[in-house]
């Protein structure tokens, strides 16, 4: 089950694989760091606490054992992380659109565009993260800008304020 290097992963038996993977949660956390180095050829990323060192080793050792993903899955994956270009519930509004809100004495203006939204000529991934910046609180970045009703008293709507 092991290589040159203790604590490296290779390929096992189905049989063995629960046994591999309790001898790798017995490991210290630097251990667990050493056979991901050794496993993935790497140091492991910084901020990788023991647990999730754990579990990506015996996915790999699964992955190796009964194969990974399917391709179905591999592609809903891969859309997946591409929907971050923007925030989901503004996809309605087309690349171009202007967006306007006067906060504090100030109009701010954000333009949408295909890598997220353009406010004071840098790009942010969201309208919340704009909405942040510009009030310092948590705000919900389509409610800032008037793209979603408030959700005040019962029947009770309030205007947005987008152009």
């Known amino acids: ?8 992963i290779q390929s096992v038996p189905a049989a063995d694989i629960a046994a591999e993977i ?3 949660s017995s490991l ?9 180095a050794a496993e993935f050829r790497r140091e492991p990323p910084q901020g990788l606490w023991r647990d999730l060192l754990l579990r990506t080793l015996a996915w790999r050792l699964q ?3 009964f194969g990974g993903y399917d391709k179905a899955t591999l592609k809903l994956l891969e859309t997946c992380g591409q929907k971050r270009a ?3 519930r503004c996809r309605r509004l087309k690349t171009g659109t202007v967006l306007i809100r006067d ?3 100030t109009r701010h203006t954000v333009t949408i565009v295909p890598e997220g939204f353009i406010w004071q000529e ?5 309208l919340t993260a704009i909405a942040r910046i510009i009030t310092g609180a948590n705000w919900n970045g389509p409610r800032f800008f008037g793209l979603r009703e408030n959700k005040g008293r019962k029947g009770e709507k309030q205007q947005g ?3």
């Open 86 to 88: 923007g925030d989901e």
């Open 103 to 105: 906060f504090g004495g």
């Open 1 to 8: 089950m092991r290589n040159a290097s203790k604590n490296a």
């Open 122 to 126: 840098k790009t942010y991934p969201s």
């Open 22 to 24: 309790g001898r790798l």
């Open 63 to 65: 992955e190796r054992a």
């Open 161 to 163: 304020k987008a152009a």
């Open 28 to 36: 210290s956390l630097r251990d667990l760091r050493t056979a991901w």
